[in-house]
């Protein structure tokens, strides 16, 4: 595991500098309303992953824990063909409207799926070589392209980076494709390719899509009320506070992404329990990192100074997100409880939505919808951990949970440099105290 989940940092570490153009340059040179659109199409492209309608998750499913299978070929040539006939009828509808962002949002949807594929199916089986190859491939290039727009070519227009976007995505999908058939052309193929793998595909991983769809628009509610309710000024303002979260997501991801394959090889109460308390310490550690970035803002970026407060508190709710997402769903995934995800996921949408509308209703400012999504994401966790019972946190876990969260929020009254001196060392005498045993147990599994 350990070596996994340090080949993913790596390809991560590419992505840090691209993350970094993406959160801190191109807002502070783009004006706020190009910047706005940018940040429209890329909430449009958070939900291509619904239009596969199941057929990518469908590969956790038929390969997950297992060896390579040469009959992945077939299901991804079928996989393309659906794409391209889905893709083309949204073309012409947004021809018709003569629609910028939903032309390019409708161009995206082959090399999004595709490679998305590509990716699911490396980290089912395990193959993390070639998952951090494509997160290479990707960071490099939105990171070459990004430089380029921003500091050679100076484009200011939202127009040009969309299209550019798009361009890579199809970049990417080459590259991605031609290493696949490097390793999978010479393998044998026990069944025929048939239109017949589509709903066979389809049904398999349909659940489990839902499932992700349910997730995008939980984790989204926020952005949707932003957009509808408030001027595309503000909207870019809240995007930007939900941008700023990518950069701590950065530590965080790389083991996340590589616990599926662990999980589904392992089915050990225990080893889910100390994965689940070691990232607990990871994820309240991390909080640390938002001192840093409000001091950036503060210093360089005063045009999003007012999106501070609302990148404060959406980082309590990022990391029940992302303890959501790296532990509980692949537990689902592992132990195939799709439906009963998807029934807690309708539940947890539709309380996002009530408290949203309501705490906006109450409050009227943009930091409400802050507040309501920290709310939700702590009741998504809390029915989850009801599926789960062995990783409900010890007293002594949820002490040290509060204690430490109690400590950001009070912090938020402080300037951000001592803020960050404070929290670190609070942080590390309480992980001494309170979790030393779990942070052993941690190492000992990493190691091993």
């Known amino acids: 595991m350990k070596n996994d989940i340090i080949k993913v940092f790596r390809s991560n570490?590419?992505?840090?500098?691209?993350?970094?153009?993406?959160?801190?340059f191109i807002p502070k040179i783009l004006s706020i309303d190009n910047y706005a659109y940018i940040k429209l199409y890329q909430l449009y492209c958070s939900y291509i992953g619904v239009f596969h309608l199941g057929y990518c998750d469908?590969?956790?499913?038929?390969?997950?824990?297992?060896?390579?299978?040469?009959?992945?070929?077939?299901?991804f040539f079928i996989l393309f063909l659906f794409q391209m006939i889905l893709s083309v009828f949204i073309l012409i509808y947004a021809i018709i409207k003569k629609d910028f962002v939903v032309f390019f949002w409708a161009l995206s949807f082959v090399p999004t799926i595709l490679t998305t594929y590509l990716s699911q199916y490396y980290q089912s089986i395990g193959n993390f070589s070639k998952y951090s190859r494509i997160l290479n491939n990707t960071s490099f290039f939105d990171l070459l392209l990004n430089t380029i727009l921003l500091f050679v070519l100076k484009i200011r227009d939202y127009k040009i980076y969309i299209a550019f976007y798009c361009f890579v995505l199809y970049l990417i999908l080459i590259m991605s494709i031609f290493d696949f058939y490097k390793e999978y052309f010479k393998m044998k193929v026990t069944r025929k390719c048939s239109i017949s793998l589509l709903p066979i595909n389809i049904r398999i991983g349909f659940l489990l899509m839902i499932g992700n769809f349910g997730y995008a628009i939980f984790s989204g509610i926020d952005k949707w009320f932003v957009k509808l309710l408030y001027p595309i000024e503000s909207f870019a303002i809240y995007?930007?506070?939900?941008q700023l979260l990518s950069t701590v997501n950065m530590i965080t991801t790389p083991i996340g992404l590589t616990l599926f394959s662990y999980f589904s090889k392992n089915k050990s109460k225990q080893f889910e329990k100390i994965i689940s308390n070691g990232f607990i310490i990871i994820l309240l550690g991390v909080l640390s990192f938002s001192f840093p970035i409000v001091f950036f803002i503060e210093s360089f970026l005063t045009t999003y100074k007012s999106s501070i407060m609302s990148f404060r508190i959406l980082l309590i709710g990022q990391i029940f997100l992302v303890y959501n997402t790296a532990i509980i769903v692949n537990l689902y995934k592992s132990y195939s409880l799709q439906k009963e995800y998807i029934i807690k996921m309708i539940i947890v949408i539709i309380t996002s939505i009530i408290t949203n509308f309501l705490f906006n209703l109450k409050m009227n400012f943009i930091e409400s919808f802050a507040i309501a999504t920290v709310i939700n994401m702590i009741f998504w966790t809390i029915i989850n951990l009801n599926s789960f019972k062995h990783l409900l946190p010890t007293k002594i876990t949820s002490l040290y949970i509060l204690l430490l969260i109690t400590t950001y929020i009070i912090l938020f009254a402080f300037n951000s440099v001592v803020g960050f001196f404070i929290y670190s060392f609070i942080f590390f005498i309480l992980t001494l105290l309170l979790m030393k045993n779990n942070l052993a147990s941690l190492i000992r599994v990493l190691k091993k």
């Open 13 to 24: 570490f590419i992505k840090v500098f691209s993350t970094l153009i993406v959160t801190f």
């Open 58 to 75: 469908s590969v956790y499913i038929k390969f997950g824990g297992k060896k390579i299978d040469g009959n992945v070929k077939n299901d």
């Open 239 to 242: 995007s930007f506070a939900c």
